[in-house]
């Protein structure tokens, strides 16, 4: 058994080396072949007419021109000893090329996570980086000049994938929750950095010594604001290895996105700025204006073609074809379109992504998800490899201007803005945060601040007429992504698990995290209504109430738009299961009477088995109810005055008028009560010794029961034991006899009934009258004038 493990472990190391040699030999076979695609193999011309104007390379300039010349002058042409075949590689350069650049990211990427140990200590993009270096050194040895990260290559066909997959994919619920947080990181935070960052440029490169006193105030704020911005690319690289908390990762990557529109104004403004060379009240006024038509403008943008993706995915139930191409056009589109007035092309994708998918969900089918979902992925990733092999390569292609003084400064700067501004901006978060951010969380949202390639691309845009320094500019952001990318990215890992950052828990949603969900959502905007504070439950309350009631039916096609969300959470997370039993090959296989193009849309609720009867009621009746529940029911959705514990002013009426309302509310109960009970009443229980019982006791067993005066001078009434129910068996007697005799514990002297004592300073005259007088109960008010007298005084 032993020997058998050995061979078999033996066997599997053999193939793993097998396996990495033979994709090492494909990485040098794509290295030799990008060394030899840079040069010119123009001049080497066609096999079989070299030298002729028809021959060599087939631009269309020079193909007219000879096209022309042979109309005029007719000459004899060589016949080739292979007419079919040439050799034109200027035809096929530059589609080649890329093939042959995303052939090498794509086998970069796959060698890397064929090795564990290395992709367990190394993040990816580090990796990346260093094989551009090694490419861009190759070509260069050549004798050739690498290709250097162009802006708009980067701006208009690397970047959108990137930012399309993180905007469709964005989780809207911790987004949302937190986007305060993530507005102040990003807007407030990123000013901060901006200004700290130049101004204390500004005053080191005045110093004597430096050689750096021709950098003005207004080059050192647009270096920093390039600078400043935390790139998106490089957060979203090392942040989905390390598996960070939920709450960190959008903290982060939500700033990364938004502080796009910060970048972009700034950017601009400083640029133009330096041009002019001076700056008035006006034009930072101005700039403020500017921020807020670039970041608005681009959401708008982006929402409306979020929109117009949704409503035309509406009417693509018969050609699932080409439902995936509408969602990636509308959204380059919308990206496109943002560029173009110079608005903020990140919200836009943004805004398009989270506008569009849960409409676009709703319509298409199963397999055109499946589509979107892992097209957006491969783009994304390809993308970003390119980035990142581009980046190492454009090192080594770029001219650099080192500077030890701007550079080391640069770096401390980036660390200390970074540091001071997350503390001080966490200390006011903190106020109005129920979650706090902790110390550790504060450290991880200061250490995770990457710079990447959007930095790189705008100080690359720099024109070097007006800012001579440019190419001292793109060598300390290069330094300052690496330093980020290698150091930060390296060790960040580690010190997660060091510092025992709670990491992401990979758990499935369910229907009863769902529905405990939702009812928190309800009771949460109940409270708000109630303490008369419109937060941001009421607005979310308010936002689904108007979806369901007029967006979902205008872009969600069929009975979908009319599906609770619960109902529709559970049809999804059904066809998920079932997929993945299918997949797994432990279900039964589906029957091939099923069709191919199964869609959600297709799957329904039950219908009812049939629907109760309602009765009529008449117009009035109905104008009567409405009446009632707006007057009552809705008056939890006024606004009420709010209330503060620590402002709350006693009202000195409040006391009285709550005792009032209690009586009266008391009131109004027990006439209620009292309408709805029958003859027969139900009476607490009296004393043992009060007349109620005494009379019970003596009408159902009059041998049985006997009763005492407790008084010395408490008049009695004796009846007749033998005959109760005789009205002439009733006498006053003994009315005011001293009871001597009567505090025998065994004398039977009938009914007592106590009369109130009369207070000791009223007259005799008084006291008499009170004493003549007899309590009678109150269950039995006596005969009334009207009664007959030989009605019997017992019941």
């Not at 032993?2 to 396996?19: C, H, P």
């Not at 011309?45 to 007219?64: F, R």
């Not at 049985?704 to 007749?720: E, G, N």
Request: proline share 5%; net charge neutral.
């Amino acid at each position: 058994m032993a020997l058998g493990r050995l061979a078999l472990g033996t066997v599997g190391a053999s193939r793993r080396v097998s396996l990495q040699r033979g994709l090492l030999f494909l990485c040098a076979l794509v290295l030799l072949l990008l060394s030899e695609a840079v040069e010119p193999l123009g001049a080497s011309g066609s096999p079989g007419g070299a030298g002729d104007s028809s021959g060599g390379s087939h631009g269309l300039q020079k193909g007219c021109e000879a096209d022309v010349t042979k109309s005029k002058h007719p000459t004899n042409r060589t016949k080739k000893p292979f007419p079919v075949l040439s050799f034109d590689y200027e035809h096929v350069k530059t589609p080649f090329e890329i093939s042959l650049w995303v052939l090498l990211a794509s086998l970069m990427k796959l060698g890397f996570h064929l090795i564990p140990r290395l992709s367990s200590i190394v993040p990816e993009s580090c990796l990346l980086i260093v094989v551009g270096l090694l490419v861009g050194g190759l070509i260069k040895v050549v004798g050739e000049t690498p290709p250097v990260l162009d802006s708009q290559v980067f701006f208009l066909f690397l970047l959108p994938p990137i930012i399309l997959d993180a905007g469709y994919f964005l989780p809207i619920r911790p987004f949302s929750e937190n986007l305060g947080t993530i507005l102040m990181f990003a807007v407030v935070g990123t000013l901060w950095n901006s200004f700290f960052m130049g101004g204390l440029l500004y005053g080191v490169c005045q110093i004597k010594g430096t050689d750096l006193n021709t950098v003005n105030l207004l080059a050192c704020l647009l270096f920093g604001s390039i600078i400043s911005a935390v790139d998106p690319v490089a957060v979203l690289a090392v942040f989905e290895e390390i598996h960070i908390n939920e709450l960190l990762h959008i903290l982060v990557f939500g700033e990364s996105l938004l502080n796009d529109a910060v970048t972009v104004v700034l950017y601009h403004l400083f640029e133009e700025y330096a041009g002019v060379g001076s700056v008035s009240i006006l034009d930072v006024f101005l700039g403020v204006v500017c921020f807020l038509v670039v970041a608005l403008g681009g959401v708008l943008v982006g929402a409306f073609y979020g929109i117009l993706a949704a409503f035309t995915s509406r009417f693509t139930s018969h050609t699932r074809v080409i439902e995936p191409l509408f969602v990636f056009v509308y959204s380059y589109m919308a990206y496109l379109s943002a560029e173009v007035f110079h608005l903020s092309g990140i919200m836009a994708l943004i805004a398009c992504g989270a506008v569009m998918r849960p409409y676009v969900e709703a319509n298409i089918s199963h397999k055109s998800h499946t589509t979107i979902k892992y097209f957006l992925k491969m783009w994304s990733s390809v993308s970003e490899t390119l980035i990142f092999i581009f980046l190492g390569v454009s090192t080594v292609a770029g001219n650099h201007s080192w500077n030890w003084t701007f550079v080391t400064v640069t770096i401390i700067l980036c660390l200390v803005s970074r540091v001071l501004g997350v503390v001080g901006l966490t200390y006011v978060i903190n106020k109005f945060r129920i979650v706090k951010l902790t110390t550790k969380d504060q450290f991880i949202v200061a250490y995770g601040g990457l710079r990447g390639a959007i930095a790189f691309s705008l100080g690359y845009l720099l024109d070097k007429s007006h800012f001579p320094m440019r190419d001292m500019f793109l060598t300390a952001i290069i330094t300052v992504i690496f330093f980020t990318v290698f150091v930060q990215g390296m060790t960040i890992r580690p010190l997660v698990d060091l510092l025992a950052v709670k990491k992401k828990q990979e758990t499935k949603r369910s229907i009863n995290e769902e529905i405990h969900t939702q009812f928190l959502d309800h009771l949460l905007t109940g409270i708000e209504d109630i303490c008369g504070h419109y937060g941001h439950h009421h607005w979310k309350d308010k936002l689904n109430r108007f979806n369901k009631k007029y967006v979902k039916k205008c872009l969600i096609a069929g009975e979908r738009s009319k599906e609770p969300q619960l109902i529709a959470f559970y049809h999804k997370m059904e066809m998920k299961q079932a997929i993945e039993l299918v997949e797994s090959g432990g279900g039964v296989k589906l029957p091939s009477a099923v069709p191919s193009t199964v869609s959600m849309q297709n799957i329904q609720p039950k219908k009812p088995p049939s629907d109760r009867a309602i009765p009529q009621i008449s117009k009035g009746r109905e104008e009567e109810i409405r009446k009632i529940l707006r007057n009552n029911l809705q008056k939890t959705r006024q606004r009420l005055r709010s209330y503060n514990r620590h402002t709350l002013v006693a009202d000195p009426y409040e006391d009285g008028w709550n005792d009032l309302l209690f009586k009266r509310q008391k009131l109004m109960e027990i006439e209620k009560k009292m309408s709805k009970m029958s003859n027969y009443l139900t009476v607490p229980a009296a004393a043992p010794d009060s007349p109620t019982l005494s009379r019970a006791r003596l009408a159902s067993d009059p041998q049985a029961y006997s009763s005492k005066p407790t008084s010395d001078d408490l008049p009695t009434i004796k009846v007749d034991l033998a005959s109760p129910q005789s009205p002439d068996s009733v006498n006053l007697v003994n009315e005011f006899q001293k009871a001597a005799t009567q505090n025998d514990p065994d004398d039977d002297g009938g009914l007592v009934m106590k009369v109130p004592f009369a207070d000791k300073d009223q007259g005799e005259q008084d006291n008499k009258k009170e004493q003549q007088r007899l309590m009678r109960c109150l269950s039995d008010p006596g005969p009334g004038g009207d009664e007959e007298e030989d009605e019997p005084f017992l019941p």
